[in-house]
């Protein structure tokens, strides 16, 4: 399945581990919290590496605060 949505729900700590995994997908700007790239959409479903890689920020955000929706 690919990701279809990708969006971060409340309780980011700023860890930047997320922007670390898959800068083209996630940021987190100085003293704020992880939110979505501008143009991140054309990202998703692009190929299975990227899915991989946004999967692998999903499962390694600390405080489980990234959602994915499949196609
Ligand atoms: S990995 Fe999780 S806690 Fe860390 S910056 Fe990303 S969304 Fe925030």
Not at 17 to 44: I, M, N, R, W, Y
Request: with cysteine; charged share 30%.
């Amino acid at each position: 399945m690919a990701i279809k949505r990708v969006w971060i729900v409340e309780g980011c700590i700023a860890c930047n581990l997320c922007e670390d995994l898959c800068p083209e997908v996630f940021e987190v700007p100085a003293g704020g919290t992880s939110q979505t790239t501008k143009g991140h959409q054309k990202f998703l479903a692009r190929d299975e590496d990227m899915d991989d890689k946004i999967r692998e920020a999903v499962e390694s955000c600390p405080v489980e605060v990234i959602e994915v929706e499949d196609s």
